[in-house]
Nanobody, 115 residues
Framework: VQLVESGGGLVQPGGSLRLSCAASGFTFSNYPMRWFRQGRGNGRELVAYITNTGGGTNYADSVKGRFTIARDNAKNTVTLQMNSLKPEDTAVYYC?????????WGQGTQVTVSS
């Protein structure tokens, strides 16, 4: 199993970023996917969840209405569209999948929201 995140960077408050997670090594369309984040000095926080078909999603209250998770099962990718970014969204963002009871993480991508 391999997960590779991309799309992070530096953005001003109020701006947008789109993160991507490319998955391989498992049958992507069979598994729900999650985005987490970890800010400096904090534990990892679940940000968004999407079912294996993409028909169901869930969000942390802190990002609801600003972030959108989506997936393309033909391309084995899951994305996180982040709008109206705030400084408190600054963190390393990770995608995660649980396959046969084991959690797999990507290497993470840094998102910094600052003026």
């Amino acid at each position: 199993v391999q997960l590779v995140e991309s799309g992070g960077g530096l953005v001003q408050p109020g701006g947008s970023l789109r993160l991507s997670c490319a998955a391989s090594g498992f049958t992507f369309s069979n598994y729900p996917m999650r985005w987490f984040r970890q800010g400096r000095g904090n534990g990892r926080e679940l940000v968004a969840y999407i079912t294996n078909t993409g028909g169901g999603t869930n969000y942390a209250d802190s990002v609801k209405g600003r972030f959108t998770i989506a997936r393309d099962n033909a391309k084995n990718t899951v994305t996180l569209q982040m709008n109206s970014l705030k400084p408190e969204d600054t963190a390393v963002y990770y995608c995660r999948v649980s396959v046969w009871g084991r959690d797999y993480w990507g290497q993470g991508t840094q998102v910094t929201v600052s003026s």
